[in-house]
């Protein structure tokens, strides 16, 4: 009897348990109509002595703000804090939401905590914002590199304005936006917005493709080297290339050595690339197959990537220059995609430094299993950045 | 019966009872750090501090003290008692052979009308600017931590060049950084008014008048400019006389006098070791402007004081192979990092090149 009690007593209290957190009504966030946006900070100059007086490349976004009489941003629909230089290598997931402790975003949305795009047409876009569509006044402030939000800055810090202009966005298109430095010598910075075209094109899930842009600053490259301070990865990239250069790309299977080409893929002419940091269009694809290594078992494959950018009329096979120069004069810039893009070649490589394109990953029962992916290398003065774009695949089975 | 039975009772309660009462009779020494709650007011703490007694001498003389026991708040920044030594000033008295009003002044120019925290203070910030009590503005400058490297932050501040030894000391209406040297700052005047009402100076102005290098240290362009001294151009075998004596057109006079100039620039010695830090930037090779020649500048920390100096020597290449000239520098580091409207001026003795060097061939 008193057992048959004390049930009653626990069955009551689940009862209360279930109708109380019923209660509670949540309400999720939603956008009509959204358009799907990521940003880049391409600033990539290093502040050092002789210019101690430019600002540093560390920004705040904002998207429709509300600005006080003096002009002062007080408000604004959407915030993107913190958007540091973008790093060499944007995932085709934001994995930094996971592994970053540290309150600077390489990109937004990145970390923000905000609704990211859907799987769209087979391609993830979680590390693509979702922003409504129409026109925004759309303004990059730069801001001094502290943890403290925006707009609780103090008020003088709230007026250093990068860029003020308006953006218009279509219902369900891809964007990227680019903070870039559009002339070198006046050091005048812009936008660069550009529409995607990758979810709308009938790509093979058995190529891995990829297309490149030379989104340098005007007189880049024909300045003096001593006035480039670049990033030390990039290789004979970091005086820059000339405006107009082919692409030639090869495969490897080799680690961190170019022994074992895979034969059918060496030296292969892609295409051409002219340095465009004003004209929005999206550049060729071009691909190359998955498994292009004869040895490799249809699951996964090792090898990796290299694209010499040459000079137009010059050609790898009969390069003047040597693989351990840096000054190539703008003429010859190699970039390795392999591994993790933070080991180099053996010996003296002037090559810039990538990730692998092609993604590993366990996935089904395989554990490593390569998949084909969708790039971008976008060449920005001295420095090379890859953004992979990676289809949804099927989760591991342990 | 009952009675026997009650007094057996008590007397088995007397050990608890004894029990209750002693241990309360045993006192430990508990010591428990308490932190303290009672700052004292910033000219207070002033006073009370044995190597602030330069500064606090000059408080009271121009008439602060007051001032600075009120609510607030401040960011005091205060040179040491060596700091003032080094520009001659020994004893509280020396302060009354200066004019009170660039004394008060230069006091005020220590002085923020705010609390600036080290933490208040952007992450790697560089020439970030503060408001002084005297109106003008300070560049602070953090030495952070080089790039990806957050977790092995160096965290030194610099202000107008002067490194703060000691910050973030807590004053109840304010707080206080300590300094290793005297901020010196000139406000309303140029790099050559400054030269010019300095004989030391006279052989270097002859120089650059020669080879007309010296009107353009009036405008308002920012200038980084070694002083070289007469002391050392004479022990070279340079004098006024012997510059009057020269064909300005046999010379170049880009490198024999232009080279201690770096137009563009405005540097304290301590920004080098702000940017060897947060970029690695361990130097400075900057051209000679109408010249193929480098001036460059270099700065060394020593590891227990602080204190910086530094020099700038003249080369042919920024790197090997080249050939290395003359140099020029100061020991004292009081003689660096003179600020002004149009630049900043480091005080150096020694020859970059010799006349004989310079000829055209």
């Not at chain 1, 905590?113 to 730069?142: E, K």
């Not at chain 1, 058995?206 to 301070?229: H, T």
């Amino acid at each position: 009897m008193p057992q048959l009690r004390l049930q009653n007593i626990l069955f009551c209290a689940a009862v209360l348990l279930l109708f109380a957190s019923g209660c509670s009504k949540v309400d999720y966030a939603k956008i009509d109509d959204p358009a799907y946006l990521r940003v880049f900070n391409n600033l990539n100059y290093v502040v050092g002595l002789e210019n101690k007086d430019e600002e540093v490349p560390f920004l705040t976004m904002l998207i429709d703000p509300e600005m006080d009489k003096d002009g002062m941003p007080v408000k604004a629909g959407i915030k993107g804090d913190f958007l540091d230089q973008r790093e060499p290598y944007a995932p085709p997931f934001p994995s930094h939401v996971g592994s970053s402790v540290s309150y600077k975003n390489p990109e937004y949305p990145g970390k923000a905590n905000v609704l990211v795009g859907p799987v769209l047409n087979g391609f993830d876009l979680s590390s693509w914002a979702q922003i409504p569509s129409g026109t925004h006044r759309i303004v990059f402030m730069f801001r001094p590199v502290n943890n403290v939000p925006f707009f609780n800055l103090e008020s003088r810090l709230k007026q250093k304005v990068l860029i003020d202009t308006t953006i218009t966005l279509d219902s369900k298109e891809v964007y990227t936006l680019h903070v870039l430095q559009k002339n070198f010598l006046t050091k005048k910075n812009g936008v660069y917005l550009r529409k995607e075209n990758f979810h709308k094109l009938s790509l093979s899930d058995s190529l891995v493709y990829v297309n490149f842009y030379n989104m340098s600053a005007k007189g880049f490259q024909e300045s003096d080297d001593d006035a480039k301070e670049a990033n030390r990865k990039s290789g004979s990239l970091r005086y820059g290339i000339k405006e107009n250069m082919n692409i030639f790309q090869s495969l490897f299977t080799s680690e961190k050595t170019m022994l074992s080409p895979v034969y059918s893929n060496t030296y292969k002419f892609m295409g051409q690339l002219k340095r465009n940091s004003e004209v929005l269009e999206v550049s060729k694809y071009y691909s190359f197959p998955l498994f292009a290594d004869p040895k490799s078992n249809g699951i996964y494959t090792n090898i990796w990537q290299r694209f010499d950018l040459m000079a137009i009329g010059m050609d790898p096979a009969n390069n003047p220059y040597e693989s351990y120069n840096m000054k190539t004069e703008g003429n010859w810039a190699p970039i390795n995609c392999m591994l993790d893009g933070k080991s180099q070649l053996q010996g003296n490589d002037n090559g810039a430094q990538l990730p692998n394109m092609i993604v590993n990953i366990h996935s089904g029962q395989y554990n490593p299993r390569s998949f084909a992916t969708v790039n971008t290398i976008e060449i920005v003065n001295g420095n090379v950045y890859l953004t992979t774009v990676q289809r949804k695949y099927a989760p591991p089975i342990y | 019966m009952n009675t026997r039975k009650s007094i057996t009772q008590a007397l088995l309660l007397i050990p608890v009872f004894l029990l209750l009462v002693l241990p309360s009779c045993k006192h430990n020494d508990l010591e428990i750090e308490k932190e303290n709650e009672n700052f004292r007011l910033a000219t207070d703490f002033i006073k009370n501090n044995y190597d602030m007694t330069l500064f606090y001498a000059a408080i009271e003389k121009v008439g602060l003290a007051d001032k600075l026991r009120e609510n607030g708040p401040f960011t005091l920044l205060v040179p040491n008692d060596a700091a003032f030594r080094e520009l001659g000033i020994n004893r509280p008295s020396d302060f009354s052979k200066m004019n009170q009003d660039s004394l008060k002044a230069l006091v005020q120019r220590h002085i923020l009308t705010r609390r600036l925290l080290f933490s208040d203070m952007p992450h790697n910030g560089v020439d970030v600017r503060y408001k002084t009590m005297a109106g003008t503005e300070v560049y602070a400058s953090m030495a952070g931590y080089a790039p990806g490297n957050e977790a092995f932050a160096a965290n030194e501040l610099y202000f107008n060049g002067s490194p703060v030894t000691r910050k973030d000391v807590t004053l109840a209406n304010g707080t206080l950084h300590m300094l290793n040297k005297v901020m010196k700052y000139t406000p309303q005047m140029t790099i050559q008014t400054w030269l010019l009402a300095r004989p030391k100076y006279s052989i270097f102005i002859a120089g650059l008048k020669r080879f007309g290098l010296w009107d353009q240290l009036a405008a308002t362009g920012s200038f980084t400019v070694f002083a070289p001294d007469n002391e050392g151009l004479k022990a070279a075998g340079i004098t006024e006389a012997s510059i009057a004596e020269m064909d300005a057109q046999k010379y170049m006079g880009t490198r024999l006098f232009g080279s201690y100039i770096l137009p563009r620039t405005h540097f304290f010695l301590s920004d080098f070791e702000v940017f060897r830090t947060n970029n690695g930037q361990e130097f400075l090779a900057k051209k000679i402007d109408n010249d193929t020649w480098y001036s460059f500048v270099f700065t060394t920390k020593n590891f227990f004081t602080k204190v910086i100096t530094g020099g700038i020597n003249l080369r042919t290449a920024p790197a090997y192979p080249n050939e290395v000239y003359g140099s020029a520098g100061a020991e004292v580091p009081a003689l660096s990092d003179h600020l002004f409207d149009n630049g900043v001026l480091h005080e150096v003795k020694g020859v970059l090149l010799l006349p004989e060097q310079a000829l055209k061939k």
